[in-house]
């Protein structure tokens, strides 16, 4: 065990009566905020050129990410919840995993089987691309969600704690076709039968309207046959609908709970999108599926 281990592990798996019988999630351990990444969708592309999402590099010297480029989803969650570690003095532990592999995902959320107790909540950022159904692209193919899921279920270290799943999988049907040599830029609500979450203290949040939508002005990062990259513009990259939207939304309701706030979140992103272009009607707004069993500020006092 190394000395962070040794400083953070709490192995007691009890719950103080009060807590547990508390309205809201009582937080007395730092969030784990664990990143998947995946930048580059698995499809063809145009001439030799590529389509990438926008990336930002980390400039919080204190953050274990510090200096690491990263998808601007990635950065702009990371920087808005390193803000309000300021206000409750518990910083997040910050957790990156590039190109993720299926082994990858199951090594390291089996790893929270010994060491959730370390944690007193959890948000899983997944950032990537949608394949057939509701599956999200991963570096050696796909994955359902429910993966996620079943996955940690069953561990009781994360028992009665709090886990958000914050979902940006891109629908490449959505991209346009100048970057790419598939899909249509017709944007229409998509209809996909999902099972709901069936255990406890879950929430999820699934957008998959594409990053690029709102970067439509930037020129998209490429790469040439040879693998030189071409040098994106000057202008800052903006993030996704629904991480504008999610940010937005819980500094405005920062007491309210995060449930409370999805119908919130869910018009901001409408708002964001018409505002980019006022002609569509049929926006595929996010999903949202919960089990919370109570109330989490995730934006105003997350810890005691």
Known sequence: MDKEDDILADHSQAIPEEDFKSDTYVLRKPCLVMFFSRTVPNMQYEKGKRYEKKTITIEDGSSTLANEEVDVDIGTIHDFLSGISRQTKMKPVFKLIRNPTLENIDDKLGELKDKGHKYGSFIFVICSYLDKGDEIEIYNGSVSIDHFFDKIKSFESMAAKPK?????????????????????????????????????????????????????????????????????????????????????????????????????????????????????????????????????????????
């Open 164 to 304: 958000l799943f914050l979902i940006q999988a891109d629908d490449k049907k959505l991209i346009p076709t100048a970057s790419i040599t598939k899909g249509s830029t017709t944007f229409v609500t998509n209809v996909v039968t999902k099972k709901i979450p069936t255990d406890a203290d879950k929430i999820v949040i699934f957008s998959t309207i594409p990053q690029v939508v709102v970067n439509r002005q930037l020129p998209a990062k490429q790469h040439t046959e040879s693998g030189q990259s071409v040098s994106q513009s000057s202008e800052e990259p903006k993030s996704s609908l629904l991480i504008q939207a999610f940010i937005d939304v819980l500094r405005t309701n920062a007491n309210m709970d995060l449930l409370s706030n999805t119908p919130f979140i869910n018009g901001k992103v409408v708002e964001l999108f018409r505002e980019l272009d006022p002609t569509k009607v049929d926006i595929p707004v996010p999903l949202v599926t919960s089990t919370l069993t109570k109330q989490w500020l995730l934006g105003g006092s997350l810890h005691v």
